[in-house]
T-cell receptor, first 114, second 114 residues
Framework: DAGVIQSPRHEVTEMGQEVTLRCKPISGHDYLFWYRQTMMRGLELLIYFNNNVPIDDSGMPEDRFSAKMPNASFSTLKIQPSEPRDSAVYFC????????????FGPGTRLTVL | SQKIEQNSEALNIQEGKTATLTCNYTNYSPAYLQWYRQDPGRGPVFLLLIRENEKEKRKERLKVTFDTTLKQSLFHITASQPADSATYLC?????????????FGTGTKLQVIP
């Protein structure tokens, strides 16, 4: 398996623009997670899905953030409108069903909002 | 509120010595504690998982201890090598019930000096 795939790897946009981040989890994994990482706050869980259904979105900072998982092999995280404080590295991770399964992280998308 | 603390200052250690990293937590009753390694520009990579009823876990040159009374985990790398230089994150997962929310510490940067 190629692992968790994220695109784009880097995104530079201007304040107010819509940003869409994409993730393809490892095939067969039941859980998908979106994280944001900054120097100040570390790695924060934004939302996670189980079998394509959003389970906990309490980490989503604002209504400007939304996430979807239309099928088992694809998820998006959208920010609309984007703001400079959204600049961070966004990671997608997936894991299997067992509670002792580990999370496999993608390479991340580095987002810069000017 | 729940808090996970890792030494935010970088740890510099001579090659061949044992590196010891600390993870402390408060207001938390984790079922599992995990350690991840993160290299610059990459996503975290899972290293070890230890359950609440386990005192110690080993994997090659790595050793993790878990003291639920002290609310602390220690992560040891014996015979450290420059290739061990990275940021190490601890992560706690609460008792399940269908709940998969993992909380990460901010990480400790380890530098192994040749």
């Amino acid at each position: 398996d190629a692992g968790v795939i994220q695109s784009p790897r880097h995104e530079v946009t201007e304040m107010g623009q819509e940003v869409t981040l994409r993730c393809k989890p490892i095939s067969g994994h039941d859980y998908l997670f979106w994280y944001r990482q900054t120097m100040m706050r570390g790695l924060e869980l934004l939302i996670y899905f189980n079998n394509n259904v959003p389970i906990d979105d309490s980490g989503m900072p604002e209504d400007r953030f939304s996430a979807k998982m239309p099928n088992a092999s694809f998820s998006t995280l959208k920010i609309q409108p984007s703001e400079p404080r959204d600049s961070a590295v966004y990671f997608c991770a997936s894991r299997g069903l067992s509670s002792t399964d580990t999370q496999y992280f993608g390479p991340g998308t580095r987002l810069t909002v000017l | 509120s729940q808090k996970i603390e890792q030494n935010s200052e970088a740890l510099n250690i001579q090659e061949g010595k044992t590196a010891t990293l600390t993870c402390n937590y408060t207001n938390y009753s984790p079922a599992y504690l995990q350690w991840y390694r993160q290299d610059p520009g990459r996503g975290p990579v899972f290293l070890l998982l230890i359950r609440e009823n386990e005192k110690e876990k080993r994997k090659e040159r790595l050793k993790v201890t878990f003291d639920t009374t002290l609310k602390q985990s220690l992560f040891h790398i014996t015979a450290s090598q420059p290739a061990d230089s990275a940021t190490y994150l601890c992560a706690l997962e609460p008792h399940s019930g269908g709940y998969q929310k993992v909380t990460f510490g901010t990480g400790t940067k380890l530098q192994v000096i040749p």
